[in-house]
Each structure stands twice: as structure tokens, then as C-alpha cells.
């Protein structure tokens, strides 16, 4: 079974920092990938897709992610946080080819953004 | 618009009884509706999913008779928790999906089974 792996459990970053969330994927097919997001107290929102074309995807928010398909990995990047920012990110799997829309989550990352 | 509630969003229930939770996409139909529960610090694991006006497949693991799925209509799923327990305490989440693909998230229904 495809399972995603999400690097850090919590990222704590200064307003202005960079940030890059790592997201890698066990599946040898075509996928499609996602990135969403969890602001406190409030539900999943998507941030970005990914289902073919340029790696390079721009979401919501300044974010953008780069599918690397030779590293099975679908890294988040923001050049530079916000406060606002602060909340959990959860990258996703939907294996093509499966039979099904089924979306498989990492664990999640928390990001916390410090004033 | 892709506006998605879940009702209740709290409750607290004795161990044995049941427990029903709605979903409703209030501005797009759902023609299949996905269920995950989410223990803390956990990702969210899928439960079930279903189209509507058909059975829920469920995923190993997850006892349908436990976890009961109905999807009536493309605005409308329940999820009844039976005989609930302490060990079904977790964080319910609804997730539609159109039939173009564009999947949401419902803002979730905390159990809580004492």
C-alpha cells in the first residue's frame, strides 16, 4: 500500500524565514499530489495540486510545491512566512490507476510562526 | 462556494450508546463522499467511502457494522457510530468530492465516548 511520509512532526520559524515542508511518497505509478492545510480551528483547505505538467505548482498564499518525480518526493516552499501561517500541513497521495479517488495523508507538519 | 458542515461538531456520549454524525455540502453535490477520523497528532486515516445511493466500502480494519455509512442524496451523509466505546473517541472528518474531481473537507465532529 502507498504511504506518504512528511519529514518534520513540528517546524518552528521566524516571520520572514523560508520554509520548505518535505513530502515523500511510496508508489511507482502516476500520482496525483496535494498539499493542505489546517488553520487552528478550522478544516482541511487545499493549498496546491499537482496532476501533470509543470513540477513546479503555485498554490494559494505565496506557497508553491515541486513534484520530483525521480525522488517520489512533493516538497512545500514559501519564501517568506507569515504569522498567519501558522498551522498544520498535511501532504497528499491519490495513486492513478488505483480504481479509486482515494487521497492517502501524511502525518502532517506544524508549523508555527513566530512574531 | 464548496461549503461543507458537519453537525454535531462536539459531542460527548456513554460507552454503548450511539452516535450519529451528519454531513451536508451545502453549495455542490457530492457524488462520493470519503470518512476519516483523526487521533491526535495523527494523520487522518480513511474510513470508508461512498457514492451515493450505493453501499460504503470500507477500509480494512474499519467493522461496517460499527461504523455505519449512509449516503442518501448527493447533499447528505451520515456516519453512526454503534455501541460506541472509549477507544472510538477520535476526530470524524467528512470529505465530498464532485463529480469533477474537486475534493472538500468538513470541519470535522470530535467524539468524545466516556
Known amino acids: 500500500a502507498q504511504s506518504v511520509s512528511q519529514h518534520n512532526h513540528h517546524v518552528i520559524l521566524s516571520e520572514a524565514a523560508s520554509l520548505e515542508l518535505g513530502c515523500n511518497y511510496s508508489?511507482?505509478?502516476?500520482?496525483?499530489l496535494f498539499w493542505y492545510v489546517q488553520y487552528p480551528g478550522q478544516h482541511l483547505q487545499l493549498l496546491l495540486k499537482y496532476f501533470s505538467g509543470d513540477p513546479l505548482v503555485k498554490g494559494i498564499k505565496g506557497f508553491e510545491a515541486e513534484f520530483i518525480k525521480s525522488k517520489f518526493s512533493f516538497n512545500l516552499r514559501k519564501p517568506s512566512v507569515q504569522w498567519s501561517d501558522t498551522a498544520e500541513y498535511f501532504c497528499?497521495?491519490?495513486?492513478?490507476?488505483?480504481?479509486?479517488?482515494?487521497?492517502?495523508f501524511g502525518k502532517g507538519t506544524k508549523l508555527s510562526v513566530i512574531p | 462556494g464548496a461549503v461543507v458542515s458537519q453537525h454535531p461538531s462536539w459531542v460527548i456520549c456513554k460507552s454503548g450508546t450511539s452516535v450519529k454524525i451528519e454531513c451536508r455540502s451545502l453549495?455542490?453535490?457530492?457524488?462520493?463522499m470519503f470518512w476519516y477520523r483523526q487521533f491526535p497528532k495523527q494523520s487522518l486515516m480513511l474510513m470508508a467511502t461512498?457514492?451515493?445511493?450505493?453501499?460504503?466500502?470500507?477500509e480494512q480494519g474499519v467493522e461496517k457494522d460499527k461504523f455505519l455509512i449512509n449516503h442518501a442524496s448527493l447533499t447528505l451523509s451520515t456516519l453512526t457510530v454503534t455501541s460506541a466505546h472509549p477507544e472510538d473517541s477520535s476526530f470524524y472528518i467528512c470529505?465530498?468530492?464532485?463529480?469533477?474531481?474537486?475534493?472538500?473537507f468538513g470541519p470535522g465532529t470530535r467524539l468524545t465516548v466516556t
Open positions: 470529505s465530498p468530492r464532485t463529480g469533477i474531481g474537486e475534493q472538500y
Open positions: 453549495d455542490f453535490q457530492a457524488t462520493t
Open positions: 461512498s457514492n451515493e445511493g450505493s453501499k460504503a466500502t470500507y
Open positions: 497528499a497521495v491519490n495513486p492513478l490507476g488505483a480504481g479509486s479517488y482515494q487521497l492517502t
Open positions: 508508489y511507482g505509478g502516476t500520482v496525483n
